[in-house]
């Protein structure tokens, strides 16, 4: 069993940056699909990104193609989301989450473990 521990948020203004790490342990994150979900206020947790074990593909919400970028460091254990050009609406906690499978799906309960969260600001 993976546990993970989400870092990286607080507050920037509109068009800055923030990148998002997700440190693993009890296991390798090369054994697991990550994906990146994010749930604002009085919303429903969505989907962000998600990166296959196997091959390293990628896949995005629409709403952060082109600003998102998903990637993982096996060595370190540790899986990031590096995000450019923020804008308020991007404002959320965000989670990481990890499977067992090659899939990447977007819906929550595809995944089997999840990190506590790590909040993000972002003012306009």
């Known amino acids: 069993q993976v546990q993970l521990v989400e870092s990286g948020g607080g507050s920037v203004q509109a068009g800055g940056s923030l990148r998002l790490s997700c440190s693993a342990s009890?296991?390798?994150?090369?054994?697991?699909?990550m994906g990146w979900f994010r749930q604002a206020p009085g919303r429903e947790r969505e989907f962000v990104a998600a990166i296959r074990k196997s091959d390293g593909h990628t896949s995005y919400a629409d709403f952060v193609k082109g600003r998102f970028t998903i990637s993982r460091d096996n060595a370190k254990n540790t899986l990031y989301l590096q995000m450019n050009s923020l804008k308020p609406e991007d404002t959320a906690i965000y989670y990481c989450?990890?499977?067992?499978?090659?899939?990447?799906?977007?819906?929550?309960?595809?995944?089997?473990?999840w990190g506590q969260g790590t909040k993000v600001t972002v003012s306009s």
């Open positions: 009890g296991r390798t994150i090369s054994s697991y699909t």
């Open positions: 989450a990890a499977r067992v499978g090659l899939r990447l799906p977007t819906v929550d309960n595809e995944y089997n473990y």
